[in-house]
């Protein structure tokens, strides 16, 4: 449930993140430090969070849920 919760919250934020990378490309604005476009840096962003949403989908569907009390056990050194 805290996928979809994760997904729901991210995909509006790849939009608008989209959205500017997006404005920056049509303005053809340069950085002024390297002289480079400021799309490319930025769209490291959208990327990034549409990597997160994919990673997340493919973990609910890939990999078997961990109970919750699984995790809180921890193995016991041996001879102690």
Partial sequence: ASTLVVVAILIP???????????????????DAMHLPMW???????ASLLMVIVMSLMRMWLYEPVPDSADAQLPRPQGL
């Fill in 13 to 31: 934020v790849t939009i608008a993140s989209y959205e500017v990378v997006n404005q920056l490309f049509q303005f053809d604005q340069p950085s």
């Fill in 40 to 46: 490319i840096p930025q769209g490291i962003v959208p």
